[in-house]
């Protein structure tokens, strides 16, 4: 996709990229000396990639909200003195506040470079991720037919990391053309020189990958023009090597890594702005940072949908599991809104995590990404942030346990994705310890903006899953693997049934008693009626509660539950980590006071059918009845 601004380079560009270049040195070294810290070295060696890439892209301080602009990300989120010279320059915002403000309490310009700040698509840091968040955003454009570029700048020692390599074979396979990674070439990192610290064949790796190379002088303006000009214009995504020195403008900084991650000293600055005939006023910017009037430059704002919503209802004949629910009611929110652009994300389990049958009407919006699940989520989390709705499903082990730092940088980055895992808890049975993934509530729980959802049957999924497609933010939707019987109320009747309305962080009551009450979720309610059913038989009365909303406890139904002689959480998850510690926690905060007992699993349990490995945890039905009967001194 050529962008119009690409067009001639001209000697009026040069002299203004010249000037701004050495001015944007002056502000990157003040800014972190006046912090005393940050990292300098990097960002001057990076500066001229970056002013080139904002005077030329269609990217400027009136459109940089707009859905048709260009977009940069800045995978190596350390030079974001770099970033905040070169956007302070252009206006973007006042770039004496962000010299003043660098690295302060409650500024927006933090130590690596985030969103809120105008002209910042990602917030990045965690090194490896750029790309895919490129990918993420390239692939968005493509689907919602935007004229629009993506440009990923990365650290040459980055490309060490695993995922950008998942991210090259995303790319190539999905035909990225408006995609543009530069390299900074520095060959310098923390510990030293890159090919000592681990050696590696950029050049190569993408060039394997299906890549057009390029390799210029980094500090040369009409060559990372001429080059970003040629990208644009090619039909395979192009990685451009720019070869740089580290701390350049600044004799003694140079080619050092010492500056990679080092403040100079005041006296250091002086000299250093004296090299590069720039007013030492450091001292202004004293007295702001001792005075500071902080702003907010940006809204961030999550895409909503309004969506035709068609449930489903499943009789108590049915026999079905909630992943297979879940896929219908993926499949009948794409039939019933064909004016909505999806992207639903699988790493070579769509036939398991029911992703299929979404594929097979929506082959162009259902995307097959292999065995990649560190790319896949961060591609799901950036384009979740454009006006599409991004589903990523998985196992619970990949889609959780492998992926938590992706999906805690989705969260930062105020993402709007769909996370929806099978195969969680004991529920996964013969696979084995590494597929149980009992620790999905305590790992999602670290993260401040997803909300979980653990549905009981088949029904109650089929709501859930329809409920968090049409809701913004973030949201886990956790089930297991086995078939869910249909839950039904004391009469016999289908519990969820046809006037069923889910409300995120509501509790159901599904049996009543005065005696115990067992609070539990997913696949355990069925455990809890068993065992509800055989204690009233022997004349104690235990109610059953639903939370299918672990991180948001009913704290009503907590109230009422206390009422009872004795609360038993029983859960298919690490009993340290889930339901019981979430309803302990509320218990103290709201001063409800009760005989409190936990139920779940102890310890890494071996293969087994699901029944087995829930005796040996004593979460079934019998091992909830023994807790009882101990604990009420039967």
């Known amino acids: ?41 990097g960002s001057m060696s990076a500066i001229d990639i970056l002013l080139t890439l904002y005077k030329f892209a269609n990217l400027s301080k009136d459109n940089f909200d707009d859905i048709g602009r260009d977009r940069v990300v800045v995978s190596n989120g350390h030079i974001s003195p770099a970033v905040y010279a070169g956007l302070g320059r252009f206006k973007f915002f ?23 700040v105008p002209g910042v698509e990602w917030t990045t840091g ?15 454009s493509k689907l919602l037919n935007i004229n629009s570029n993506v440009f990923v700048l990365m650290g040459d020692g980055e490309q060490q990391k695993g995922q950008i390599s998942e991210a090259r074979r995303f790319a190539n396979k999905f035909a990225l053309s408006n995609l543009t990674a530069l390299i900074d070439y520095n060959k310098l990192q923390i510990s030293g020189c890159i090919k000592d610290v681990m050696p590696q064949d950029i050049k190569g790796n993408y060039t394997s990958d299906g890549w057009d190379v390029i390799d210029i002088n980094g500090h040369d303006f009409k060559e990372i023009f001429d080059a970003l000009k040629y990208a644009v214009t090619t039909p395979k995504p192009v990685a451009i090597i720019a070869n ?39 001292n202004r910017y004293k007295i702001m940072r001792s005075q500071p009037h902080l702003k907010k430059y940006r809204e961030i704002v999550t895409p909503k949908f309004t969506l035709k919503l068609n449930n489903r209802f499943y009789s108590k004949d049915k026999s079905l599991d909630n992943r297979s629910a879940y896929g219908n009611a993926l499949k009948d929110i794409a039939e019933s809104n064909s004016n909505v652009t999806f992207a639903v994300f699988d790493c070579d389990l769509s036939g398991s995590v029911k992703t299929d049958a979404f594929a097979k009407i929506r082959g162009d919006q259902f995307f097959q990404s292999g065995i990649q699940e560190h790319n896949t989520a961060v591609v799901a989390g950036a384009i979740s942030t454009l006006p599409i709705i991004s589903v990523f499903s998985d196992f619970g082990m990949f889609g959780v346990d492998e992926v938590y730092n992706q999906m805690r940088l989705n969260d930062i980055n105020m993402s709007n994705l769909k996370l929806i895992c099978t195969h969680i808890g004991l529920n996964v049975g013969e696979d084995g310890k590494t597929h149980h993934c009992i620790d999905y509530i305590g790992l999602i729980g670290n993260l401040f903006n997803f909300k979980v959802i653990i549905p009981s049957d088949p029904n109650q999924t089929d709501k859930a899953v329809k409920y968090i497609l049409s809701t913004s933010g973030n949201f886990f939707v956790g089930m297991g693997r086995s078939k869910a019987p249909i839950v039904l109320d004391s009469e016999g009747k289908e519990y969820y049934n046809e006037n069923y309305k889910f409300i995120y962080g509501k509790a159901d009551k599904i049996r009543d008693g005065r005696d115990v009450a067992i609070i539990t979720m997913g696949p ?34 907590l109230k009422e539950s206390a009422k009872c002689k004795l609360i038993i959480t029983a859960e ?35 293969s087994g059918k699901t029944s087995a490995l829930y005796s040996i945890n004593g979460i079934d039905a019998d091992g909830i009845i023994k807790c009882v009967k101990d604990n009420l001194n039967i």
């Open 1 to 41: 996709m050529k962008s119009p601004l690409f067009t001639e380079f001209t000697e009026q560009d040069f002299n203004e990229l010249t000037e701004m270049s050495r001015l944007c040195r002056g502000d990157i070294l003040k800014m972190t000396t006046l912090a005393g810290c940050g990292h300098p070295g």
């Open 94 to 116: 006042d770039v004496d506040e962000s010299i003043a403000y660098f690295r302060l309490k409650g500024s927006i310009f933090e130590g690596h470079v985030e969103r809120d």
């Open 126 to 140: 965690n090194l490896g991720q750029g790309l895919s968040a490129g990918c993420g955003f390239a692939l968005g």
């Open 244 to 282: 740089t020195v580290m701390g350049k403008g600044v004799s003694f900084m140079e080619n050092r890594e010492k500056y990679h991650g080092q403040a100079i000293s005041e006296d250091e600055l002086s000299k250093a702005l004296e090299e590069l005939g720039i007013k030492n006023d450091i």
């Open 524 to 557: 355990i309610v069925e455990e809890a009626i068993k065992a509800s059913e055989l204690l009233k038989k022997e004349g104690i009365e235990v109610a059953v509660i639903n939370i299918s909303s672990p991180l948001d406890i009913d704290i009503q139904m």
């Open 572 to 606: 298919d998850h690490n009993v340290n980590t889930g339901l019981g510690s979430r309803v302990a926690n509320a218990m103290i905060d709201n001063d409800i006071r009760c005989r409190f007992v936990k139920l779940g699993v102890r310890g890494y349990t071996t």
